[in-house]
């Protein structure tokens, strides 16, 4: 854009001072059921995305270079330059609508990094809103889902929010049928876990176990609990093909799996890959008793509540 496309005056040029700021909720995977490992080398899934009310907030401010900074949970673990999946997002929208990526970014980290609440992907789906708004690009969704799905799995889930069933590798996203709100507790561990040794570990206990890994689908049960919102049902529906090989890699989380659960959680879940616990309350009382009792637990770093569905990325 040329000076002379600007309003006269003696203002500041509206690109420079302009920030748009998006908002982002975190994931939990009600089902997360993994078949055959394809050639690609990504896992056929099936899976049940639920967005929860802990967030990423990103800022995106017109700038001359790109440029990342970030403050929040997490903050020291999270890379500030090209590997950051939210300097990917604005390199890649960017390219996409050929022009240059001059964009000051800055993430508000509230969802723990490589927590398996899908943080990085947050930012990267935040980053695409936010950066579509600024730029004036006015990109469509099916156009931002298919640039979010370059980035990660996990990314176009965040844009659309709720809850939702992931197929292929997660990136295909289908609405579910949900009534009501659940009351949540997420137990942080005290470090994260990386993604891909969490699916290779399931793979090298599949051919030690010489298992034959059936299809990826999810169970009738846990779609009739969501459309009932029922929380009891749920709670006894949920399932994560992951929990074998994070708790493998990681055992000190079936401690905070069991604190849970004998807290009184009517449903305990590894969140994702882990290392987050995520443990389903039959209402905010007892989610209150859950998050205390997980609060004195030594494998656990920090407690934290939430109430889902929450909406996806959107501008504040
Ligand atoms: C565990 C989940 O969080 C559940 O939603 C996702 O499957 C992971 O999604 P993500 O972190 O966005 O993952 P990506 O960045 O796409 O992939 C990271 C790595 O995870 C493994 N991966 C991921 C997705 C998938 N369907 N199969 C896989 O095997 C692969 O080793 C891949 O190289
Ligand atoms: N914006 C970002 N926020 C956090 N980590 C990032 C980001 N961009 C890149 N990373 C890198 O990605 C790794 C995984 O981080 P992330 O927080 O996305 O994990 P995760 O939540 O477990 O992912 P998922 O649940 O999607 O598998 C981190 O260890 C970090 O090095």
Not at 100 to 114: F, N, Q, S
Request: aromatic share 4%; hydrophobic share 45%; charged share 20%.
């Amino acid at each position: 854009m040329t000076a002379a496309a600007f309003p006269p005056g003696d203002g500041p040029r509206p690109d420079q001072t302009q920030s748009v700021t998006v908002r982002v909720p975190a994931k939990v995977n009600l089902a997360l059921s993994v078949g055959p490992l394809r050639p690609d080398g990504y896992h056929d899934l099936a899976t049940v995305f639920h967005a929860v009310g802990l967030y990423d907030e990103v800022t995106a401010t017109a700038a001359d270079t790109l440029a990342l900074t970030c403050e929040g949970e997490g903050q020291a673990d999270v890379p500030l330059d090209a590997t950051n999946l939210a300097w990917r997002a604005a390199e890649l929208l960017a390219r996409t609508v050929g022009r240059t990526p001059d964009v000051r970014l800055h993430l508000t980290k509230g969802i723990p990094v490589a927590g398996g609440m899908a943080g990085g992907s947050a930012d990267a789906a935040g980053t695409l809103v936010a950066c579509d708004a600024l730029w004036g690009t006015g990109l469509p969704r099916e156009e931002l889902h298919a640039l979010a799905a370059q980035l990660g799995s996990d990314v176009p889930f965040a844009l659309y929010g709720g809850t939702a069933m992931g197929t292929g590798r997660g990136e295909q996203i289908t609405p579910v049928l949900a009534r009501g709100e659940f009351h949540w507790v997420f137990a942080f561990a005290h470090e994260g876990l990386s993604t891909p040794a969490v699916f290779r570990e399931l793979d090298r206990q599949r051919a030690t176990a010489k298992e034959e890994v059936a299809a990826s689908g999810v169970d009738a049960e846990l779609l009739r609990a969501l459309r009932a919102g029922d929380s009891t049902l749920l709670g006894a529906a949920l399932r994560n093909d992951l929990t074998r090989p994070a708790v493998s890699l990681r055992p000190d989380l079936q401690a905070t799996l069991l604190a849970g659960r004998d807290a009184g959680a009517i449903g305990t879940l590894l969140s994702g890959s882990g290392p987050t616990c995520a443990f389903l309350a039959a209402d905010a009382v007892r989610a209150a008793t859950v998050a205390a009792a997980l609060e004195a637990a030594p494998s656990v770093r920090a407690v934290r509540r939430a109430l889902g569905p929450a909406v996806g990325a959107h501008v504040l």
